[in-house]
């Protein structure tokens, strides 16, 4: 149980954190201090950087949950999924989706 639950966990904090990233850079991306299309380009940049960052980090610890879970009965595992889809269903709505990692990297901000 712990396994997914963490895995989850670990996935929405990746995904949070990069949300959280991207959402704080300012117009000036690349930090010149000016604002034109040099920025545009950054930003397509960071993105990318960002999301192959955290796309890195999420199979790692998909990978680690395959490898834990390979000692768990099967029959558990579909209770252990429908535990973590709580869990990840952060804005309660049913569905674990994009909007759920918006709620945390929203979390995150107010605190
Ligand atoms: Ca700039
Ligand atoms: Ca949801």
Redo the contacts with the bound molecule.
């Keep these: 149980m712990e396994i997914i639950t963490a895995t989850i966990a670990a996935i929405v904090a990746i995904l949070g954190g990069l949300f959280y990233k991207l959402r704080n850079t300012g117009p ?9 299309l ?2 545009a380009k ?1 930003a397509v940049s960071k993105l990318k950087t960002e999301a192959s960052v955290a796309a890195t980090a999420v199979k790692s610890e998909v990978s680690n949950a395959k490898t834990a879970l390979k000692s768990e009965a099967p029959n558990k595992i579909a209770k252990v999924t429908e535990k973590a889809k709580s869990v990840a269903d952060v804005n309660k709505d049913g569905k674990v989706d994009l909007a759920d990692v918006v709620a945390v990297a929203t979390k995150r901000k107010k605190k």
């Design positions: 000036d991306v690349n930090g010149d201090g000016k604002i034109n040099e920025d950054a």
